[in-house]
């Protein structure tokens, strides 16, 4: 048994166990409600607040006595608090370490795979970086929905916020009403503002964590109208009714301006990525063709110029049919 092999099968076992670690994850999600909403919460308030890490940690530790060993050994292992929060909010079973890993995983299975079927070091390495990489595009597509449904959801937050504070609760109170009669993403970003502020964290510590794990612009702007009216005073509730009507016409417009703009930007992923498939055909249908680019002299300035031509274009295009509201 050659080392080439003893790769391959050590790729393999290292793919399948992390592909039961998730499936025994999901499993186990799915089969205890009660434990599932304890972790979520937990996740969710770990994964980037940067405020009460202290009374986060004396919480956590807590809350995970009665939980199994397999979870508090997923809870504790060290997580980049962003990717934390793109795999919360997209509602995959794992944390930041698993996920990290399971890409790796599939990298290297890519490479071991295409170096053994097309027998050349430079296609493994393309194999390995398109399944590498697939998984955080696709978890960056699910969060990127995840704030758009937010962001259609607020206002009519921000009107359920009003109407409360006008019938005499307090904001912690319409805060609260807010978690649980909407629905999620909304339901979920505000039960974790009311639960940091359970904890013992000031209204301005809990929406600072708030805007950290919701980077929206009209988030900010009720964040700032809630800071200023808690310092100089003022009538909350016609503050709220502004910012939500500002915020659909917002909504409105950039609706209008997505249709207008629909057929530069669908032009601009097809003069995008033509040139990208094209290369990955000739590459794998005639390697010896489009090999002179790397192989030859000329080839590589032409390559490199083709390279950055395509940033250049890609970056204008951009820029055209991107209009900020």
């Known amino acids: 048994m050659n080392s080439l092999t003893i790769l391959i099968l050590c790729a393999v076992f290292l793919f399948v166990f992390l592909l039961v670690v998730v499936v025994y994850g999901i499993l186990n999600e799915s089969t205890f409600a009660e434990k599932r909403t304890v972790k979520k919460r937990l996740l969710f308030m770990s994964a980037g607040g940067k405020h009460g890490q202290e009374k986060l940690a004396q919480y956590r530790n807590a809350a995970l006595k009665d939980v199994g060993a397999f979870e508090q050994m997923l809870l504790k292992l060290p997580r980049i608090p962003a990717l934390d929060r793109m795999l919360v909010k997209s509602k995959v079973a794992v944390n930041a370490s698993v996920f990290i890993l399971a890409s790796l995983s599939l990298a290297l299975l890519g490479f071991l795979l295409g170096y053994t079927l097309l027998h050349r070091f430079s296609s493994g390495i393309l194999i390995g970086l398109l399944l590498g990489l697939a998984p955080l595009f696709m978890l960056r597509m699910a969060v990127r929905s995840y704030y758009e449904?937010?962001?259609?959801?607020?206002?009519?937050?921000?009107?359920?916020?009003?109407?409360?504070?006008?019938?005499?609760?307090?904001?912690?109170?319409?805060?609260?009403?807010?978690?649980?009669?909407?629905?999620?993403?909304?339901?979920?970003?505000?039960?974790?503002?009311?639960?940091?502020?359970?904890?013992?964290?000031?209204?301005?510590?809990a929406f600072d964590n708030l805007c950290q794990r919701v980077p929206s612009p009209d988030l900010r702007f009720?964040?700032?109208?809630?800071?200023?009216?808690?310092?100089?005073?003022?009538?909350?509730?016609?503050?709220?009714?502004?910012?939500?009507?500002?915020?659909?016409?917002?909504?409105?417009?950039?609706?209008?301006?997505?249709?207008?703009?629909a057929e530069g930007r669908l032009s601009a992923w097809v003069l995008i990525s033509l040139p990208l498939v094209m290369f990955l055909y000739i590459y794998f249908a005639n390697y010896d063709y489009i090999s002179m680019l790397w192989t030859e002299r000329v080839g590589l300035i032409l390559l490199i110029g083709g390279i950055v031509s395509q940033m250049i274009g890609a970056y204008v295009m951009k820029r055209i049919v991107a209009i900020e509201i």
Request: charged share 25%; hydrophobic share 45%.
């Open 222 to 261: 009720f964040v700032v109208a809630v800071t200023i009216q808690r310092e100089t005073g003022g009538n909350l509730a016609e503050i709220l009714d502004s910012i939500s009507r500002l915020i659909r016409e917002r909504v409105q417009f950039g609706r209008h301006v997505q249709t207008l703009t």
């Open 149 to 205: 449904k937010f962001q259609e959801q607020l206002p009519e937050a921000l009107d359920l916020l009003g109407r409360a504070l006008r019938s005499g609760h307090a904001l912690t109170s319409g805060l609260n009403m807010v978690a649980e009669e909407s629905v999620d993403p909304i339901k979920a970003e505000f039960a974790i503002t009311v639960d940091e502020l359970k904890l013992g964290l000031t209204v301005k510590e």
